[in-house]
Protein backbone atom coordinates (compact mmCIF):
# COMPACT_ATOMS: atom_id res chain seq x y z
CA UNK A 1 0.00 0.00 0.00
CA UNK A 2 1.21 3.59 -1.08
CA UNK A 3 2.13 6.03 1.75
CA UNK A 4 0.15 8.69 1.92
CA UNK A 5 2.45 12.06 2.35
CA UNK A 6 0.41 14.56 4.25
CA UNK A 7 0.80 18.74 3.23
CA UNK A 8 0.69 19.36 6.42
CA UNK A 9 3.69 17.30 8.00
CA UNK A 10 5.89 18.84 4.99
CA UNK A 11 4.98 22.39 6.21
CA UNK A 12 5.88 21.78 9.44
CA UNK A 13 8.88 19.99 9.10
CA UNK A 14 9.83 22.84 6.41
CA UNK A 15 9.34 25.36 9.04
CA UNK A 16 11.50 23.32 11.32
CA UNK A 17 14.00 23.65 8.59
CA UNK A 18 14.10 27.21 7.99
CA UNK A 19 13.97 28.44 11.48
CA UNK A 20 17.22 25.93 12.83
CA UNK A 21 19.07 27.36 8.98
CA UNK A 22 18.75 30.26 10.20
CA UNK A 23 19.90 30.23 13.37
CA UNK A 24 22.71 27.34 13.39
CA UNK A 25 23.34 27.38 9.78
CA UNK A 26 23.52 24.27 7.60
CA UNK A 27 26.40 22.25 8.59
CA UNK A 28 24.96 22.58 12.11
CA UNK A 29 21.39 21.86 12.11
CA UNK A 30 20.93 18.39 11.80
CA UNK A 31 17.78 16.42 10.98
CA UNK A 32 17.21 15.13 14.61
CA UNK A 33 17.02 18.76 15.73
CA UNK A 34 14.59 19.43 13.04
CA UNK A 35 12.95 16.26 13.32
CA UNK A 36 12.49 17.37 17.18
CA UNK A 37 11.32 21.01 16.26
CA UNK A 38 8.99 19.28 14.02
CA UNK A 39 7.47 16.92 16.45
CA UNK A 40 8.13 13.82 14.06
CA UNK A 41 10.83 10.95 13.77
CA UNK A 42 13.87 11.92 11.74
CA UNK A 43 12.92 9.01 9.61
CA UNK A 44 9.67 10.65 8.94
CA UNK A 45 11.86 13.93 8.22
CA UNK A 46 13.56 11.51 5.41
CA UNK A 47 10.19 10.56 3.55
CA UNK A 48 9.63 13.85 3.02
CA UNK A 49 12.81 15.03 2.26
CA UNK A 50 15.19 12.64 0.66
CA UNK A 51 18.74 14.69 2.34
CA UNK A 52 18.85 17.52 4.36
CA UNK A 53 20.19 19.28 0.88
CA UNK A 54 16.82 18.42 -0.94
CA UNK A 55 15.23 20.03 2.09
CA UNK A 56 17.31 23.10 1.98
CA UNK A 57 16.42 23.32 -1.79
CA UNK A 58 12.78 23.41 -0.86
CA UNK A 59 13.34 26.53 1.51
CA UNK A 60 15.70 28.36 -0.27
CA UNK A 61 15.01 28.01 -4.10
CA UNK A 62 16.68 29.77 -7.21
CA UNK A 63 13.38 31.46 -7.78
CA UNK A 64 13.73 33.26 -4.28
CA UNK A 65 17.28 34.28 -4.96
CA UNK A 66 16.84 35.80 -8.31
CA UNK A 67 14.15 37.89 -6.74
CA UNK A 68 15.87 38.99 -4.26
CA UNK A 69 19.41 40.43 -6.83
CA UNK A 70 16.41 42.25 -8.52
CA UNK A 71 14.73 43.67 -6.49
CA UNK A 72 17.99 44.86 -4.49
CA UNK A 73 19.48 46.34 -7.82
CA UNK A 74 15.55 48.35 -8.33
CA UNK A 75 16.69 49.69 -5.24
CA UNK A 76 19.99 50.69 -5.45
CA UNK A 77 18.71 52.54 -8.69
CA UNK A 78 16.17 54.58 -6.96
CA UNK A 79 19.07 56.06 -5.08
CA UNK A 80 20.06 57.72 -8.71
CA UNK A 81 19.02 61.54 -8.51
CA UNK A 82 21.32 64.68 -9.53
CA UNK A 83 20.82 65.96 -6.06
CA UNK A 84 22.02 62.67 -4.32
CA UNK A 85 20.72 60.95 -1.50
CA UNK A 86 18.06 62.41 0.58
CA UNK A 87 18.03 61.18 4.10
CA UNK A 88 13.88 61.78 4.19
CA UNK A 89 13.74 59.16 0.76
CA UNK A 90 10.56 57.30 1.73
CA UNK A 91 11.13 53.70 2.71
CA UNK A 92 7.88 52.25 2.39
CA UNK A 93 7.16 53.07 -0.94
CA UNK A 94 8.25 52.15 -4.49
CA UNK A 95 11.42 49.99 -4.90
CA UNK A 96 12.45 50.30 -1.24
CA UNK A 97 8.75 48.74 -0.16
CA UNK A 98 8.72 46.40 -3.10
CA UNK A 99 12.28 45.14 -0.92
CA UNK A 100 11.10 45.62 2.59
CA UNK A 101 7.90 43.64 2.28
CA UNK A 102 9.65 40.47 -0.08
CA UNK A 103 12.49 40.86 2.98
CA UNK A 104 9.94 40.88 5.86
CA UNK A 105 7.80 38.09 3.88
CA UNK A 106 10.60 35.80 3.53
CA UNK A 107 13.18 37.10 6.59
CA UNK A 108 14.71 33.32 7.42
CA UNK A 109 15.34 32.81 4.17
CA UNK A 110 17.35 35.87 3.46
CA UNK A 111 18.95 35.71 7.05
CA UNK A 112 19.80 31.76 5.67
CA UNK A 113 21.17 33.36 2.56
CA UNK A 114 23.02 36.63 3.22
CA UNK A 115 23.93 35.11 7.18
CA UNK A 116 24.52 31.30 6.70
CA UNK A 117 25.37 31.15 2.90
CA UNK A 118 28.82 30.03 3.26
CA UNK A 119 27.65 26.60 3.94
CA UNK A 120 25.45 25.87 1.17
CA UNK A 121 25.28 25.72 -2.66
CA UNK A 122 25.03 30.04 -2.70
CA UNK A 123 28.55 30.41 -0.40
CA UNK A 124 29.00 32.77 -3.07
CA UNK A 125 25.98 34.73 -3.63
CA UNK A 126 26.66 37.63 -0.45
CA UNK A 127 30.31 37.98 -1.93
CA UNK A 128 28.53 38.62 -5.32
CA UNK A 129 25.89 40.02 -4.31
CA UNK A 130 28.38 42.59 -2.17
CA UNK A 131 30.78 42.87 -5.54
CA UNK A 132 27.08 43.77 -8.09
CA UNK A 133 25.95 46.83 -5.27
CA UNK A 134 29.28 48.26 -5.30
CA UNK A 135 29.62 48.22 -9.06
CA UNK A 136 25.67 50.09 -9.72
CA UNK A 137 26.89 52.27 -6.55
CA UNK A 138 29.97 53.78 -7.76
CA UNK A 139 28.57 53.43 -11.58
CA UNK A 140 25.69 55.89 -10.38
CA UNK A 141 27.72 57.78 -7.97
CA UNK A 142 30.37 58.71 -11.40
CA UNK A 143 26.60 59.70 -13.33
CA UNK A 144 25.67 61.85 -10.06
CA UNK A 145 29.02 63.55 -9.20
CA UNK A 146 30.99 63.24 -12.41
CA UNK A 147 34.01 65.88 -10.97
CA UNK A 148 34.04 63.15 -7.78
CA UNK A 149 37.39 61.04 -8.03
CA UNK A 150 36.89 57.88 -6.80
CA UNK A 151 39.65 57.06 -5.20
CA UNK A 152 41.07 53.51 -3.43
CA UNK A 153 39.73 55.10 -0.35
CA UNK A 154 36.81 56.22 -1.77
CA UNK A 155 35.33 52.92 -2.98
CA UNK A 156 36.96 50.78 0.08
CA UNK A 157 34.33 52.98 2.15
CA UNK A 158 31.94 52.29 -0.21
CA UNK A 159 32.66 48.72 0.23
CA UNK A 160 32.40 48.93 3.97
CA UNK A 161 29.10 50.45 4.29
CA UNK A 162 27.56 47.78 1.56
CA UNK A 163 29.35 45.11 4.02
CA UNK A 164 27.86 47.00 7.09
CA UNK A 165 24.43 46.89 4.85
CA UNK A 166 24.27 43.37 4.92
CA UNK A 167 25.08 42.89 8.35
CA UNK A 168 22.65 44.77 9.15
CA UNK A 169 20.11 43.14 7.54
CA UNK A 170 20.42 40.19 8.22
CA UNK A 171 20.55 41.78 11.85
CA UNK A 172 17.15 43.36 11.58
CA UNK A 173 15.38 40.02 10.20
CA UNK A 174 16.96 38.16 12.74
CA UNK A 175 16.02 40.41 15.72
CA UNK A 176 12.40 41.07 14.24
CA UNK A 177 9.76 39.15 13.17
CA UNK A 178 6.61 41.49 12.47
CA UNK A 179 6.66 43.12 8.97
CA UNK A 180 6.35 46.97 11.05
CA UNK A 181 8.85 46.09 13.43
CA UNK A 182 10.91 45.33 10.30
CA UNK A 183 9.73 48.28 8.04
CA UNK A 184 10.78 50.82 11.00
CA UNK A 185 14.19 49.49 11.75
CA UNK A 186 15.12 49.57 7.89
CA UNK A 187 14.12 52.84 7.86
CA UNK A 188 15.99 54.11 10.64
CA UNK A 189 18.77 52.09 9.17
CA UNK A 190 18.60 53.52 5.81
CA UNK A 191 18.47 57.07 7.08
CA UNK A 192 21.89 56.60 8.84
CA UNK A 193 23.08 54.84 6.15
CA UNK A 194 22.38 57.82 3.56
CA UNK A 195 23.82 59.72 5.94
CA UNK A 196 27.19 58.40 5.70
CA UNK A 197 26.95 58.02 2.43
CA UNK A 198 26.52 61.23 1.50
CA UNK A 199 29.31 62.48 4.00
CA UNK A 200 31.52 60.52 1.97
CA UNK A 201 30.67 61.89 -0.80
CA UNK A 202 31.42 65.29 0.65
CA UNK A 203 34.63 64.49 2.31
CA UNK A 204 36.09 63.08 -1.50
CA UNK A 205 34.48 65.85 -3.25
CA UNK A 206 36.40 68.28 -0.50
CA UNK A 207 39.36 66.03 -1.89
CA UNK A 208 41.66 63.99 0.41
Known sequence: ??????????????????SRF???????ATIEAIARDAGVAAGTVYKYFPSKQALFRSIVTDEFV?????LTRERIAEFARPSGLEPGQDAMSGPSGDLLGFLARNRLKAVILLGWGQDTEYADFAPDYLRD???QTLAQAAEQ??????????????RR????SVRGT???LSEFADEADIRRSFAAAM???IASINALVAWAMEGE
Open 1 to 18: MAQVLKENVRRSIAAAAE
Open 22 to 28: AEQGFES
Open 66 to 70: AELSR
Open 133 to 135: MEA
Open 145 to 158: FPRLEQTRTFRFMV
Open 161 to 164: ILEE
Open 170 to 172: VAI
Open 191 to 193: RCR
